[in-house]
């Protein structure tokens, strides 16, 4: 499986900005997807993650109620959905996949997306 992150740039604090992850390769069905971000001189952290079902979802508290992860299954895309961006989302975000059930813990998946940059300003 393959994935490819898109959609990261400049949002001003309070703006909203839509990351996109494409997954090709081996069927993706089954796979659940998570986003990670890492911001500079922290560690990667859970954000969000979605079953393959897309019949529930999970958020780290920081993100809680601001950002909507969501897929889109027949285009085998997973999105995220950020709203009343803050300083504190500035970070390289990665999406990654693992077979069946996802989990917040960035050792637990096996495919991994190049990342993309979302930058808040003031």
């Known amino acids: 499986v393959q994935l490819q992150a898109s959609g990261g740039g400049l949002v001003q604090g309070g703006g909203s900005l839509r990351l996109s992850c494409a997954a090709s390769?081996?069927?993706?069905?089954?796979?659940?997807t998570g986003w990670f971000r890492q911001a500079p001189g922290k560690e990667r952290e859970f954000v969000a993650a979605i079953p393959w079902t897309g019949d529930k979802t999970w958020y780290a508290d920081s993100v809680k109620g601001r950002f909507t992860i969501s897929r889109d299954n027949a285009e085998n895309m997973v999105y995220l959905q950020i709203d009343s961006a803050k300083l504190e989302d500035t970070a390289v975000y990665y999406c990654?996949?693992?077979?069946?059930?996802?989990?917040?813990?960035?050792?637990?998946?096996?495919?991994w997306g190049q990342g993309t940059q979302v930058t808040v300003s003031s």
């Open positions: 390769g081996q069927s993706v069905r089954q796979y659940a």
């Open positions: 990654a996949a693992r077979k069946f059930i996802p989990t917040d813990k960035s050792d637990d998946y096996t495919y």
